[in-house]
């Protein structure tokens, strides 16, 4: 470590808030470092409209039209490439739905997915009736 550094570490250290360290500093002849940069791409702001603001967290009319648009996209493509089904993995839903893979394996899983959603809704249903009564 040099000696400027410890002389800026120690003033640090003894000062009571940032402008008296500041003070301090400029009494010793001596300049507060340059903060350092974050590591990584700075944060770029696309705007709205964007998919890529829809992923940061942004749910307005047009950052969630344009990441639907950017998923039927990607559908598109994955069931035009049949590899894809392959690494995506036989024998669930989403692959069925996604890759457009209508292998035995992806169509039973898809069944058995749509099953198990009817027999939620018809439950909530259910409950929904007896709440209202």
């Given at each position: ?9 120690t003033?640090a250290?003894?000062?009571?808030n940032?402008?008296?360290?500041r ?23 696309h ?23 950017h ?25 069925y ?9 992806c169509?039973a899983?898809?069944?058995?997915d ?5 027999a939620?809704?018809?439950q ?10």
């Amino acid at each position: 470590m040099t000696d400027t550094r410890r002389a800026m570490l120690t003033v640090a250290d003894h000062a009571e808030n940032a402008d008296d360290c500041r003070l301090l500093l400029a009494m010793l002849g001596l300049s507060a470092p340059a903060p350092k940069r974050r590591r990584g791409r700075p944060p770029v702001d696309h705007g709205h409209g964007d998919r890529r603001t829809y992923a940061k967290g942004c749910r307005c009319a047009d950052c969630r039209d344009a990441n639907r648009l950017h998923q039927a996209e990607l559908r598109a493509r994955w069931k035009n490439d049949p590899s894809s089904a392959d690494r995506a993995g036989h024998g669930k839903p989403s692959t069925y739905k996604n890759h457009g893979c209508r292998c035995a394996e992806c169509t039973a899983a898809n069944t058995a997915d749509v099953i198990a959603y009817k027999a939620r809704r018809r439950q909530r249903e259910a409950l929904a009736e007896t709440a209202g009564a």
